[in-house]
């Protein structure tokens, strides 16, 4: 069943997608998924966007997806919400701010915190590595809002973008 989620996946099957994103989000995973997982990945760009609540991370990523869209790169977009105490699930507040991603060479998940504690939700890196898995050319990685010693997602993707309000504070608090 994993190498034929994973051939559909290759070729930009959404629902193998959706369903690789929601068998790592739920931790259905066996080493035969991490192994096809890890052959499969292309070299993909993954930047992490971070910040505090509220500063425009979800408004910078809907931008940057605008641009890119001119360019026809495919584009993999994976949010970290907090967790709603109804449904277990993710809040999805992002989707909500994220116009651009009504093209075919667009992917979004949300991705639930589950209490992890952090920024980033604990099934992350597996979700970029769908996403890479899937051959996008750029993946985006958003947190939740953080403060000043929440850096987990810098481990996670390649380049990192620190998005912050004007009344911020002192700059050497960075």
């Known amino acids: 069943m994993v190498r034929e ?3 559909r996946l290759r070729a930009n099957d959404v629902r193998a997608i959706s369903r690789l994103m929601t068998d790592v989000e739920n931790n259905v995973q066996s080493e ?5 997982l890890y052959a499969h990945s292309l070299k993909s760009v993954s930047i992490g966007v971070t910040g505090p609540p ?3 991370k979800s408004t910078l990523i809907n931008q940057l997806i605008d641009q890119f869209r ?3 790169k495919t584009i993999g977009v994976v949010t970290v919400d907090p967790t709603s105490p109804f449904s277990g699930g993710a809040l999805l507040g992002d ?8 093209n ?4 979004m998940r949300s991705l639930a915190s589950r209490g992890s504690g952090k920024e980033v939700s604990d099934r992350l890196g597996e979700a970029i590595s769908v996403c890479q898995a899937a051959g996008f050319d750029l993946i985006f990685a958003e947190t939740s809002g953080i403060g000043q010693a929440d850096d987990a997602i810098t481990s996670l993707v390649d380049h990192t973008f620190y998005v912050m309000t ?6 050497t608090q960075l």
């Open 70 to 72: 001119k360019n026809d």
């Open 32 to 36: 035969d998924m991490n192994d096809l």
């Open 104 to 107: 075919s060479n667009f992917f």
């Open 166 to 171: 004007a009344e911020y504070g002192a700059h």
């Open 54 to 56: 509220g500063a425009g």
């Open 5 to 7: 989620l994973l051939e």
């Open 95 to 102: 989707r909500i701010r994220m116009n651009a991603l009504s």
